[in-house]
C-alpha cells in the first residue's frame, strides 16, 4: 500500500527514490530531521530490497583488542586509557595466539583494532598479522582503523604508503571503518580534539582503496553533532565512495555515555532512543546510493533494534563478534558475543533469510538448522556454533 501520497511532505524525495536519482545534501537534511519513521523506513525499505531482496547477512569472526592504551584519549571514549591507568593492558604475542587458538574452525575473519599505544613499533602489529596467518592462514584480517594508520604513521616516521606495504606484506586483508566519529570540525573538535583530522582519515581511506583493498565507513552519532553535520559526514564519505569504490558498507554508532569525559562535560547528553537508530540507518539507506552495505550493529543497539532495522534500510547485522571491549566498557549491556543460531534465529525473527558470508561478502551458507527448537544443553550450542 502506498504510504507517500502526492500531498505528502516527502513526496519530492520519494519520487526521487524511485527513479534512482541522487539525493542532495538539502534532501538529506529533510529526511534527518523528519519525525515520520514509517515514511523514513517505507522508502529506505524500498531501497533495501531493490538492492538485496530478503538477504540479511552475517558473519562467523572474532574480535581482538591488542591494547587499551592511548595517548589521543577522546572525550567520547571509555576503552582508551593512560599508560599507567591500573586497568592498562597490552597483550603479549602469547596473549594474542591463545586468543587466536580459540577462533571457531568455521570463522572467516579476525577483526583486531586497539588504542593508539606509543610504546609499540609497527613490528609488532606486524608481528601479529604474521602469526595469524602462520596459524589460520585460510582468516581474512581486517584490522586497524584510518586513526591507527595515522598513528603508526608518525610514530614510526613513515609514510601511508610504507605502513601500509609493510602491513599488506604481514597479512592486512582489509580495514575496519572505525576512526570517522564525525567529520565535521566544530563537533570532532569537542568529542575528539586531538585524533587525526577527517581529512586525513579520508586520505587513509583513498589510498587503502587505490591500493586494491577495501574497508567499511562509519559515522558517529547521538552526541554533540546538528543534522546537518551528519548529512555532510554521509556527503563526504558518498564523494570519497563516487572517486574509489572501495567501501563496502557503512555502519552508524551511536555514541555510548557511561564512563566517559564527554558525558561529565555535558551532563544533558544521553543514549540515543530507537527512533533515532532506526532514522539513521533510514537516511543512511536513502542518501549513500553508491555504498552496498548498511550494517546495524546488533552488539551496539541491541536484538530488539537490529532486527527493526532490517526493516529500515540495513541488510547486514555483524558477526558473533567474541570478546568485544570497546563498547563494553562505555557501559553496553549487551551480550559481547552470540552463537551463529542465535544470529541465525534474530534474522528469521525479523522476517528475513540468514545468509553468512565472509568478509567480503562471498556467500559462505545459506542453509542452516531449525531456529525454533530449544537448545537443551552446553553441548548443543557448541554444535550448532561451528555448524
Not at 593512560?82 to 596473549?95: G, H, L, Q, V
Not at 571503518?177 to 587513509?204: M, N, Q, Y
Not at 582503496?209 to 552526541?223: A, D, I, K, P, W
Request: glycine share 6%; with cysteine.
Amino acid at each position: 500500500m502506498e504510504i507517500i501520497g502526492a500531498n505528502h511532505p516527502l513526496a519530492d524525495i520519494w519520487a526521487k527514490v524511485q527513479r534512482e536519482e541522487r539525493l542532495t545534501f538539502d534532501d538529506g537534511v529533510r529526511l534527518m530531521n523528519s519525525n515520520d519513521l514509517a515514511s523514513l523506513g517505507y522508502m529506505a525499505n524500498f531501497v533495501r530490497e531493490k538492492k538485496h531482496g530478503d538477504k540479511t547477512f552475517f558473519n562467523t569472526n572474532r574480535h581482538i583488542n591488542p591494547t587499551n592504551i592511548c595517548q589521543t584519549l577522546c572525550d567520547f571514549c571509555a576503552f582508551g586509557v593512560r599508560m599507567k591507568d591500573p586497568n592498562a593492558y597490552t597483550m603479549t604475542i602469547e596473549e594474542i595466539e591463545h586468543r587466536i587458538d580459540m577462533i571457531t574452525p568455521d570463522a572467516t575473519e579476525v577483526h583486531i583494532v586497539g588504542g593508539n599505544n606509543p610504546s609499540l613499533k609497527l613490528d609488532y602489529y606486524e608481528n601479529i598479522l604474521r602469526l595469524v596467518k602462520q596459524k589460520r592462514p585460510e582468516l581474512h584480517v581486517k584490522a586497524f582503523t584510518g586513526v591507527e594508520i595515522d598513528h603508526f604513521t608518525r610514530v614510526n616516521k613513515l609514510s601511508v604508503g610504507e605502513v601500509l606495504d609493510r602491513l599488506i606484506d604481514a597479512g592486512l586483508d582489509s580495514m575496519p571503518g572505525g576512526g570517522a566519529e564525525i567529520f565535521a570540525e566544530e563537533p570532532r573538535s569537542i568529542i575528539c580534539d586531538h585524533k587525526t583530522t577527517a581529512e586525513r582519515w579520508l586520505e587513509v581511506h583513498e589510498y587503502v582503496h587505490n591500493r586494491g583493498l577495501r574497508t567499511n565507513c562509519t559515522m558517529l552519532y547521538n552526541h554533540v553533532e546538528s543534522t546537518e553535520d551528519r548529512v555532510d559526514h554521509m556527503m563526504r564519505l558518498r564523494d570519497l565512495q563516487d572517486r574509489t569504490g572501495g567501501f563496502q558498507t557503512f555502519i552508524p554508532l551511536s555514541w555510548h555515555p557511561d564512563n566517559t569525559v564527554l558525558i561529565e562535560k555535558y551532563p544533558h547528553l544521553g543514549w540515543s532512543t530507537g527512533f533515532d537508530d532506526l532514522r539513521v540507518v533510514a537516511v543512511a539507506r536513502l542518501f549513500l546510493d553508491n555504498i552496498d552495505h548498511i550494517k546495524t550493529y546488533w552488539m551496539q543497539v541491541g536484538d530488539a533494534v537490529a532486527q527493526t532495522a532490517l526493516w529500515y534500510g540495513a541488510d547486514d547485522l555483524d558477526g558473533n563478534v567474541v570478546e568485544e571491549k570497546i563498547y563494553h566498557a562505555a557501559g553496553s549491556k549487551n551480550s559481547q558475543g552470540m552463537t551463529k543460531l542465535d544470529l541465525v534465529k534474530l534474522i528469521r525473527e525479523a522476517g528475513r533469510q540468514p545468509v553468512e558470508r565472509d568478509t567480503l561478502y562471498n556467500v559462505v551458507n545459506t542453509e542452516f538448522p531449525d531456529t525454533s527448537v530449544e537448545i537443551n544443553s552446553q553441548n548443543d550450542v557448541e554444535e550448532l556454533t561451528v555448524l
